[in-house]
């Protein structure tokens, strides 16, 4: 498949100095990186992963997560860091 298209995204520039260390480790490049994300939300119909919205009841405050979301996240984060090893092999 032809790759034409192009993606633009605006990312803080310390994160992506991060991933930048993390993808070199890994043998592959930006593109490479979003190319297989793209994969995988067109394989899964949506997110490799679960994202969800709490219950009003569970938010303490708007400008703050609850335990739950930050709990949900580093669970996300360790899916994801398992299915970077995967597609590094």
């Known amino acids: 498949m032809k790759k034409t298209a192009t993606v ?3 990312i803080d520039p310390k994160k992506k100095n991060n991933v930048e260390k993390i993808l070199k480790r890994l043998g592959i490049t930006h593109s490479e990186a979003i190319n297989i ?12 992963f679960e994202l969800r ?3 009003a009841k ?10 739950e ?3 949900h996240l580093k669970e996300s984060v360790k ?3 398992r299915l970077g090893e995967l597609l590094a092999r």
């Open 79 to 81: 899916k994801n860091h």
């Open 53 to 55: 919205i709490p219950d």
């Open 58 to 67: 569970d938010k303490k405050s708007t400008n703050s997560l609850s335990p």
């Open 8 to 10: 633009r995204a605006m």
């Open 37 to 48: 994300f793209y994969s995988l939300i067109e394989e899964y119909n949506g997110f490799p």
């Open 69 to 71: 979301i930050i709990s």
